[in-house]
């Protein structure tokens, strides 16, 4: 049977009818994503995995969808299709961990009076057991801090946790330093420590407990300092990571430590957020949250405390990447109102080794910002 030919005409109708369908289905699927987000992170242990999605994307993917729409739509389709995609847009500007003040000439942060607090806050990963430890501790001491927040004093081995002890030898290359260690969190500070007390579910383990119950309970490090007789807090943080990245996502046991491990970064969370607000002092919290400017478990702390980010020159603030790459945070410095941070920075560690991603550097003055 032979049938007639389809026009050109035809078959770029047919194509861009094609193309307007798909469009359309790929925004109701991100819009869907997108308000799901809204209402399931940090409240569903399930949403974990949703939002390890690249947060930069929150923008990326709503302004290549509104090109391609004004490139292919027309009509009634577009008119009520580019409002939406601004919509979808403007929700995930905060959602996309971009520092957009950094892009305005001339508003990047100037230099910290000479009085300012210079505070270095690291995960070690695996403090110097991956590294030549002299190489260690000299790019520990290049960094000239008042107060250096420390997470990852451990090691790893056979696929665990390892208990290590450095503390000798840290002592050792930061003399007249006061140290406080908890767990895997290490604090050491130029000023006197008047006081170091527990937070939340870091009461637990008594004096007798093994050190895989001080490492597990211990992820919030608190450390009251005496500045020219003001007590300042600072606290150590390290959140647990969400997932197993050795076990396959295929297997039930990868869902179990997603399942397993949030009720527990969710303890450690409030236990911090109800600290920090009960605290008279004036504060400041660093560490590593594993945790995405996308995910909603940041949301406390984000309300009633102050980024840092403000002091930083970077648009694209990255704490985790692949290949020496930083791609976007992970880790996190808040302060009170009694606190003005007057410079915040991202410095890196290849220095030191490759395996170490960058860290925050923070300026940090008292006095209303």
Not at 35 to 62: I, M, N
Not at 75 to 93: F, H, I, N, S, Y
Not at 283 to 300: E, K, Q, R
Not at 306 to 317: G, I, K, T, V, Y
Request: glycine share 10%; net charge positive.
């Amino acid at each position: 049977m032979n049938l007639p030919p389809i026009s050109g005409a035809a078959a770029g109708t047919r194509a861009h009818r094609t193309a307007t369908r798909l469009l359309v289905g790929v925004t109701a699927a991100w819009a869907l994503l997108v308000a799901l987000g809204q209402l399931l992170s940090g409240r569903w242990w399930l949403w974990l995995l949703p939002d390890l999605a690249p947060p930069p994307a929150f923008v990326a993917v709503p302004v290549l969808l509104f090109a391609l729409a004004c490139a292919v739509t027309r009509g009634r389709t577009r008119r009520w299709l580019l409002p939406a995609l601004a919509v979808l847009l403007v929700a995930g500007v905060g959602r996309a961990g971009l520092h957009w003040g950094a892009l305005v000439p001339g508003a990047g942060p100037g230099a910290a009076p000479g009085q300012a607090l210079r505070v270095f806050s690291w995960n070690t990963l695996y403090w110097d057991t991956t590294d030549d430890p002299d190489a260690f501790h000299r790019y520990l001491r290049s960094k000239d801090a008042d107060v250096y927040l420390l997470q990852e004093h451990l090691g790893w081995e056979d696929g665990k946790h390892k208990e290590i002890d450095r503390l000798a030898r840290l002592r050792a290359e930061f003399p007249g330093y006061h140290l406080v260690a908890r767990g895997e969190l290490v604090t050491l500070s130029r000023y006197p420590v008047v006081a170091a007390p527990p937070v939340g579910p870091g009461r637990a383990p008594g004096a007798s407990a093994s050190w895989r119950e001080r490492f597990e309970w211990n992820k919030v490090l608190r450390t009251d300092v005496d500045v020219a007789g003001t007590v300042v807090s600072f606290y150590n943080v390290h959140v647990p990571v969400q997932l197993d990245i050795e076990r396959s996502w295929l297997s039930p046991g990868f869902y179990g430590v997603v399942r397993a491990t949030d009720p527990v970064r969710k303890e450690h969370y409030a236990a911090l957020l109800g600290d920090a607000r009960a605290n008279p002092h004036p504060l400041l919290i660093s560490g590593d949250f594993n945790t995405t400017p996308a995910m909603g478990d940041l949301a406390g702390l984000r309300e009633a405390f102050r980024d840092a980010l403000p002091a930083s020159s970077s648009f694209l603030p990255g704490t985790w990447g692949v290949g020496g790459l930083p791609l976007w945070r992970l880790d996190w410095t808040f302060t009170d109102e009694a606190l003005r941070v007057h410079r915040y920075a991202l410095v890196s560690a290849a220095a030191c080794s490759v395996r170490n991603r960058p860290r925050p550097a923070v300026a940090a003055g008292r006095g209303r910002g």
